[in-house]
C-alpha cells in the first residue's frame, strides 16, 4: 500500500465518526503526519461546528513540526466562508507545505477552488487518493450536488410467499413481519438519515411513529404524501413530536411524476437524504421512475398467504445478511 493510500485510508476510518451529526455537511477525515507519524487527527464536528482540518491542527502538540508536516484529507478542503471560516486559509496560515486530497468537493462553492488556492499559495498537493471510497464515505453529500436530488434509500419487509402486509388485520398497527432486531437496525438507519418518507395507505393503516424510539439519535423530518388529506387528524404524524411535511395535492400533481417532483422539492428543501419506507404503491413509484440508489429488503421467517404483493424490483442483490431467523438483502442501483 502506497504512502498515500495509508493515511487517506485513516481518514475514511476516523470520517465514519462524524456521521450522522455532521449532515448535511458531509464528515471529512483529516492527518497530519510528520516523518511517518501521526501528531493530530480530527473529524467533521456537528453541523455547524469546526472541520475536519481545524479539528487536527487543533490535535497537534507541537504547532512548530507542522511547517514540515503532510496533512492528508479525504475531501478537498474549503475556501469559502460558511458556518466557519475557509480550510485553506488555515492550512496556509499554519505553513503546512503538503496536502493529499481524496476527491474534489462537488459543492460548486468549492469546486477545485480550495485546490487552485492551495496551489497558488505554494503548496506540494496532491489529489485523487482512494479517490471512489472517499466519495462513498459521502455517498448522500455527493448525490445531493451531482444529481441535484437526495440519496435515496427503499426499505421494506416481506413475508416468505411474498407479501407486505396482510389482506385483513384487527387493529391499526403495523403486522411484523421481522423479529425485534431487525426492527431495531431500522431505527439505527432512521437516526442516519435526513428525513424519512411514507405514503398515505401506510399511516391509515398502521398509524405509524415513523421515529428512532429503539435507537438513541435524532429522529428523521417525516413526509407524508397524502393526495386528499384523508389522513385522520388523531394520527402520530401530527403530535408535533417531530418536524413534519405533508405533500398533498397542493404541493405536487399526483397525476404526473410524483418521485421526481418529491425529490425536486426536498432538493430546494436541502434535504440530503431520504429513507422511503413504503407502502408498495410508493415503493414501486419510486422503482419504476428509478429515482433511488439503495433498497435494503427483509425477509421475514413467515407466510402471510394473501395481502399486498412486496413491490417488483429487478436488480440483482449485492449482499445478503442474516439477523437471527430474518435475511436483508442489500441492492444497489448504479444505473
Known amino acids: ?37 501521526i501528531i493530530g487527527e480530527g473529524y467533521t464536528s456537528a453541523y455547524g461546528g469546526a472541520h475536519a482540518e481545524v479539528n487536527a491542527i487543533q490535535a497537534v502538540k507541537d504547532k512548530s ?18 458556518k466557519t471560516p ?13 496536502i493529499v486530497i481524496g476527491t474534489v468537493d462537488p459543492n460548486a462553492k468549492v469546486a477545485g477552488n480550495g485546490i487552485k488556492t492551495l496551489i497558488e499559495s505554494g503548496k506540494n498537493v496532491i489529489v485523487g487518493i ?18 441535484k436530488r437526495p440519496y435515496i434509500i427503499l426499505k421494506w419487509a416481506e413475508s416468505q410467499d411474498g407479501y407486505i402486509a396482510p389482506k385483513e388485520k384487527s387493529e391499526q398497527k403495523p403486522v411484523w413481519i421481522t423479529n425485534e432486531i431487525s426492527r431495531q437496525l431500522v431505527h439505527k438507519w432512521r437516526s442516519e438519515e435526513q428525513a424519512i418518507l411514507v405514503g398515505t395507505q401506510t399511516v391509515v393503516d398502521d398509524n405509524p411513529r415513523l421515529n428512532v424510539r429503539d435507537w438513541v439519535g435524532k429522529n428523521p423530518i417525516r413526509i407524508v404524501l397524502d393526495q386528499n388529506n384523508r389522513i385522520p387528524k388523531e394520527s402520530y404524524i401530527f403530535d408535533n413530536q417531530v418536524e413534519t411535511i405533508i405533500f398533498s395535492s397542493t404541493e405536487i400533481d399526483f397525476s404526473a411524476t410524483i418521485a421526481c417532483q418529491i425529490s425536486a422539492i426536498l432538493f430546494e428543501r436541502n ?5 422511503i419506507e413504503g407502502g408498495k404503491k410508493t415503493l414501486q413509484t419510486f422503482i419504476d421512475e428509478n429515482l433511488w440508489d439503495e433498497a435494503r429488503v427483509f425477509k421475514g421467517n413467515l407466510f402471510l398467504e ?21 435475511e436483508l438483502l442489500i441492492f444497489k442501483n448504479y444505473d
Not at 65 to 82: D, M, N, Q
Request: net charge positive.
Open 1 to 37: 500500500m502506497k504512502i498515500e493510500e495509508k493515511y487517506i485510508k485513516r481518514c475514511l476510518e476516523i470520517a465514519k465518526k462524524g456521521l450522522p451529526a455532521a449532515l448535511p455537511n458531509p464528515s471529512v477525515g483529516a492527518v497530519i503526519v510528520y516523518e511517518d507519524k
Open 130 to 147: 482512494l479517490e471512489k471510497e472517499c466519495k462513498e464515505s459521502n455517498k448522500r453529500f455527493f448525490t445531493f450536488h451531482e444529481k
Open 306 to 326: 394473501n395481502g399486498t404483493k412486496a413491490p417488483i424490483l429487478k436488480s440483482k442483490w449485492i449482499e445478503r445478511q442474516f439477523i437471527l431467523d430474518d
Open 86 to 98: 475557509p480550510c485553506c486559509n488555515l492550512i496556509i496560515e499554519h505553513k503546512i507545505p503538503n
Open 271 to 275: 434535504i440530503q437524504s431520504v429513507l
Open 65 to 82: 513540526l507542522l511547517k514540515k508536516a503532510t496533512i492528508y484529507v479525504s475531501l478537498e478542503p474549503c475556501s469559502h466562508f460558511g
